[in-house]
């Protein structure tokens, strides 16, 4: 019973997803779709980006939680402009939440919308959400061997981000071994070690973000 | 169409669930159900708690994980019976599979067993699996907000584990937002501070486990 209605739901939000591509390319916008567990710093490596970004392009950013604004009111106190997707509980965004956002913004005067996924490893992986590319994130104390552990995610992204570096003095993790499962899954994606805390390493995602937009 | 269906699913995994704890009390086999992020160190915790538990108890453990055996392997180097349930990219372990995992146990050689879920702060609080315990574990990487921002495992949980404590001197973690948040969502649950590195905290956590299986 559960499987061809799973299937269903999957064929619909794509169908929906394939709008959203349509219409945000319409209107020249370059789309993130970023995914992470809980506590990775998604929010905060937007916030680290924004001041490296905002005066060559218009930025804007769509906020996924399974509850609480708490991360639209970080994004808002830069003056970005971003809309909170409450899901009530739900696990991963979907297209028609993405496609219902958008009516919030000029999408004429967006370059690069950064969606922020609901913090899962698993179920967001599974919805297309009409995005440019997608973007994996671990941060170092989740451990080396997530992306084995985890595959979908690391197989599909577009880009890779090892994030709290600073904190590798401090743990078991071995980027030689994490570097060697990423290239196992998906080894034309590149892997980008930084720190959100320190800076180090940011420099790269904003060149890869920038040249993104450009092509 | 989609939510009768998961209403249904839901339903049918309770009425699993509920053999499966008859099954468990039959055998006097205390179950705890583990629940996480992925990395938060739950497979970690297992580990650094088997050396105090196996002297007076007897232990066993499912592993929950979307792919790879190595949570697996990890146990049973330790010498105590383990099974692994690979979801096939599955976001949650199910009554099910848990009641299908307890054929490869004598289970009236057990005392206190540990399901490790998928990591996933999300997706497995739906889905009860027999358990005498909800164990929710949060790791100080992840930040002070994520009780807010995922509720309902805070909510749930018998107990709530703030492990690697042994960070926060390099975070901006704040400890009492973090109690302040649980206080308001689940005032009953004991929340104890621990490092599986160091080891502090960790005898309480032990204390906790000896009380429950023995109530």
């Known amino acids: 019973m559960e499987i061809p209605v799973v299937e269903k739901v ?13 219409r945000l390319l319409a209107h020249h916008v370059c789309t993130l779709n970023i995914i992470s567990a809980p506590g990775s710093g998604k929010t905060t490596l937007l916030e680290r980006s924004f001041g490296e970004l905002r005066e060559d392009l218009n930025l804007a950013v769509i906020e996924g939680d399974p509850d609480t604004t708490l991360d639209a009111e970080r994004i808002a106190k830069h003056n970005i402009p971003v809309v909170q997707i409450e899901t009530a509980g739900g696990c991963h965004l979907e297209a028609n939440l993405v496609d219902n956002a ?4 000029d999408l004429d005067a967006v370059d690069l919308l950064f969606i922020e996924n609901v913090g899962n490893l698993v179920c967001p992986c599974s919805f297309d959400l009409g995005e440019t590319c997608r973007v994996g994130i671990v941060s170092t104390p989740e451990g080396h061997d997530k992306p084995a552990k985890y595959p979908r995610l690391f197989k599909e992204a577009d880009v890779i981000i090892l994030n709290k570096i600073d904190l590798l ?8 071994v994490f570097r060697e499962y990423i290239a196992q899954l998906n080894p034309a994606a590149p892997v980008l070690e930084l720190s959100c805390t320190t800076g180090e390493g940011l420099d790269q ?9 450009k092509t």
């Open 102 to 105: 958008l009516n919030n913004f």
């Open 10 to 22: 999957l064929k619909l939000n794509d169908d929906i997803a394939a709008g959203v591509r349509k």
């Open 169 to 176: 003095p401090y743990l078991n993790f071995d980027v030689n």
């Open 205 to 213: 995602w904003i060149a890869w973000l920038k040249n993104m937009v």
